[in-house]
Structures are given as structure tokens and as C-alpha cells.
């Protein structure tokens, strides 16, 4: 009977301990905590699942008609330059884009070249298993088939996303994104900016291009998300300048009149806009700074 009564009170003094107010808070804390740290990763795979893919824009330039412009590629023979982790996520982004602009043309040879190039970026960064023999394996034998190269690159950085996120890398999952938006927007403002003046007439030239601006304009969002997306990862320099470049850009696209020319059906006058040209300006100076 003491025995007992002796363990009552030690259970009593434990439990007593263990709902004290002190470890009540902490406990509070640490709840709240794991909270908030759950809610921020799931409004982070909310906006990486907004992202476009890699194919999406290239093919999207595709089906405007536009002309393949081999010049807007990024040299794969810069991939053995970028020594930071930073620079190789933001160029394999960029070349994984590439290679969706050259699949969508059915530029496949060139597409397998870029892939198998790739590799050894992606085993720098630990992302072996996105970009494997097996992958590139797939995609030689699916050369003649647009769609499903375009779904075997989207898979490829769909898996690396996966992987940096499975490893507690997510500033390296943001600059792969980052990179790949980038340089299809770039590809997009560009064939603008350079489209021939010579080549069509006029009002064909208006018919090819205002489909082009469109893809642009849909881009806004996307923008806003991916700096949302880099100011939700650790921070360093790389990312800082990023973000800052991102926001002019976010900027640029306000300052775009779309809706009311639109309604006035007086589209063409957006290839007049100096709006548009400072947007491509800026989209090619984030590019260089990914990529130089």
C-alpha cells in the first residue's frame, strides 16, 4: 500500500512536470512552429506547381508559327564553365529549356547532344537519377516523336525537383526553375525584338508576332510566383540580385497597357510599346547574368 501510494506521487510529480507552464510553451512553440514551417512548404509546391514546364513555352512559340532562331540557344559548350551551385542549377534549368525549344522544332539530333550533355551538371549537383543513361537512353529513341521528348525533359526535371526537395535543397530546386523560366521568356522576347522586318509584309508580320507578344504577356504570373518561390529559399547574394532583377521585371510588365488596346483592338500597336522593349531588355539581362 506505501508502495503504491509512493508511485501515485511520483506519477503525480512527472505528470505535474511534464504540464508545467514552461514546458506547456514550449511546447506551444514547437507546434506552431511545425506549423507554419508546413504551410510555407505547401504554399511552395502551390507555386512550383504553377511554374511552366520546360516545353511549355518553346512549344507554345511553336504553335504561333514563329521560326526557329538557332542563335537563341545557350552554348553547351558553357557548361563546363559554371563552378557554383547556383550557376549549374540556373544553366541546367536553362539548357533543359533549350532543349524542349529544340525538341519542339524537331531539332532532335541537336536535343540529344544538349542532353548528353547536361549529364555531368547534373551529377555535380547530385541529380544522377533525373538525367541518366536510362533517360537519355528514351530520349534517343523517341527522337522522331516532339511530344514525347517534350514529356521525357519535363519528367527529367519534374524527378530533379522531386529529389531536391526529398534532400532538403530547395534554394537548388528554385534556381533550376528559375533558370528554365528564364531563358523560354528570353527565347519569346527576343524572336520579337529580332523578328526580319524584310521577310513578311506588314500585316503579316502583325499576324505572326501578336500571337508571340500573347505568349509574353501570359508570363506575368509566373513572375510574380518565382519571386515569391526565391524569397521563400535561403538567401546569398545570387539569389538577392536575382529577386531584384525579377522584381524590375515584374515592374515592366505593369507598366504594359495590354487590356485597354486590346479592347480597342489595337494589338499591333503592343510591337510598338515602350513597355515591351524595356520587358525584353530586361529578360536579356537576367538571362546574361544567368548565363555569363
Not at 521560326?67 to 540556373?90: G, Q, R, V, W
Not at 525538341?103 to 539530333?109: F, N
Not at 522531386?162 to 530547395?170: A, G, I, Q, S, V
Not at 525579377?246 to 515602350?274: N, S
Amino acid at each position: 500500500m506505501k508502495m503504491n501510494f509512493k508511485l501515485a506521487i511520483l506519477a503525480l510529480i512527472v505528470f505535474g512536470f511534464a504540464c508545467s507552464p514552461q514546458k506547456k510553451e514550449e511546447k506551444s512553440k514547437e507546434e506552431a512552429f511545425d506549423k507554419a514551417e508546413a504551410e510555407v512548404n505547401e504554399q511552395i509546391k502551390e507555386v512550383i506547381a504553377e511554374m511552366p514546364a520546360p516545353s511549355e513555352i518553346p512549344f507554345l512559340l511553336m504553335e504561333t508559327g514563329a521560326e526557329f532562331s538557332p542563335s537563341l540557344l545557350h552554348d553547351i559548350k558553357m557548361a563546363s564553365k559554371y563552378t557554383t551551385k547556383n550557376e549549374k542549377a540556373l544553366n541546367l534549368g536553362a539548357y533543359a529549356t533549350d532543349v524542349a525549344y529544340l525538341s519542339a522544332y524537331s531539332k532532335s539530333q541537336k536535343a540529344l547532344t544538349y542532353v548528353a550533355e547536361l549529364k555531368p551538371i547534373a551529377d555535380q549537383l547530385a541529380l544522377s537519377n533525373a538525367f541518366n543513361p536510362k533517360m537519355i537512353e528514351r530520349f534517343e529513341k523517341n527522337l522522331s516523336s516532339t511530344d514525347s521528348l517534350a514529356a521525357i525533359i519535363n519528367e527529367a526535371v519534374e524527378n530533379a525537383d522531386d529529389h531536391l526537395k526529398k534532400t532538403d535543397r530547395p534554394k537548388v530546386s528554385a534556381m533550376l526553375l528559375a533558370g528554365s523560366f528564364i531563358e523560354g521568356l528570353y527565347i519569346a522576347t527576343a524572336l520579337i525584338e529580332n523578328y526580319p522586318d524584310d521577310v513578311l509584309p506588314d500585316d503579316a508580320k502583325t499576324l505572326i508576332l501578336i500571337p508571340l507578344v500573347d505568349v509574353v504577356l501570359k508570363q506575368e504570373e509566373p513572375v510574380i510566383d518565382l519571386i515569391a518561390l526565391l524569397k521563400s529559399v535561403p538567401s546569398d547574394e545570387k539569389t538577392k540580385a536575382l529577386i531584384a532583377d525579377l522584381e524590375q521585371l515584374k515592374e515592366e510588365y505593369k507598366k504594359l497597357d495590354v487590356k485597354k488596346l486590346m479592347e480597342e483592338g489595337r494589338g499591333d500597336l503592343l510591337l510598338k510599346d515602350e513597355a515591351l522593349d524595356a520587358l525584353t531588355n530586361t529578360t536579356g539581362k537576367i538571362r546574361d547574368h544567368i548565363t555569363g
